[in-house]
């Protein structure tokens, strides 16, 4: 039975998720074999980071499905860039085909979403949402935090002490789990103070990662290794 992703949060030090620049079961594998705890997919978006352009959820089904016998950890999904890109029978589709939960921004996020009984609810914030008025939020049966909140001009470059006293101060302020994506081109020693910050899971992107097989499995090893130091 797939681990919980809330569970892994919880338990661990720190969560290794990987977010794929392609929906590939190749790059998938690169990642599973370099010892990724959680893998991430997306659909229906224009990815930044990457540079990607992802498509419906039945062009994936096949890939999809794949992964899902490869991997026998928690699966995630970008379900949509927008409001208007979520569609309720993909998501039950995206349920079928094992995914266990979903990660959106909040202000993406329609309220039908909440009441998905079998995904587990991630949502991002961005620069722009005030911290102070967010506060505990666990009861609304959302599950982690995503803090996307580098702007766009600033991707890639490298994680700062401000970063760090942002998502601390995050962490303080919500009562579920804070996940930080690899906006800045993190690095394995950033694990240690990002732990001591009370970040709960890194999620390495294409910024970190690369796009290719070797780089994926390269960097995954690389942050691996200093998680399990901790």
Avoid: C
């Avoid at 930044?48 to 352009?53: F, I, L, T, V």
């Avoid at 026998?72 to 208007?84: K, Q, T």
């Avoid at 587990?120 to 995503?146: C, P």
Wanted: glycine letters at 8%.
């Amino acid at each position: 039975m797939t681990t919980s992703f809330v569970q892994m949060l919880k338990e661990n030090k720190m969560t290794l998720i990987v977010s794929l620049p392609e929906n590939r079961v190749e790059l998938a594998k690169a990642a599973i074999d370099a010892g990724v705890d959680v893998v991430k997919l997306h659909v229906n978006v224009e990815h930044r980071a990457s540079g990607n352009h992802f498509t419906s959820v039945e062009t994936y089904f096949d890939i999809f499905r794949r992964i899902r016998e490869e991997f026998s950890g928690p699966l995630g999904i970008v379900p949509g860039g927008s409001f208007e890109d979520i569609k309720q029978g993909e998501l039950e589709n995206l349920i079928g085909l094992g995914f266990n939960f979903y990660s959106i921004y909040a202000h993406h996020h329609p309220s039908w979403m909440l009441s998905l009984n079998k995904m587990e609810k991630t949502f991002a914030i961005t620069s722009d949402y005030n911290i102070n008025s967010i506060g505990n939020v666990g009861h609304l049966g959302v599950s982690a935090l995503e803090a996307s909140i580098i702007p766009g001009e600033q991707y890639g470059t490298p994680l700062t002490l401000k970063d760090v006293l942002a998502y601390n101060s995050i962490v303080q302020h919500v009562d579920v789990p804070v996940l930080v994506p690899s906006q800045r081109k993190l690095v394995p020693s950033d694990i240690p103070l990002l732990a001591k910050a009370g970040v709960k899971a890194v999620m390495l992107g294409a910024i970190v990662i690369g796009h290719t097989e070797a780089s994926i499995q390269s960097e995954i090893t690389s942050f691996r290794k200093a998680i399990d130091l901790l």
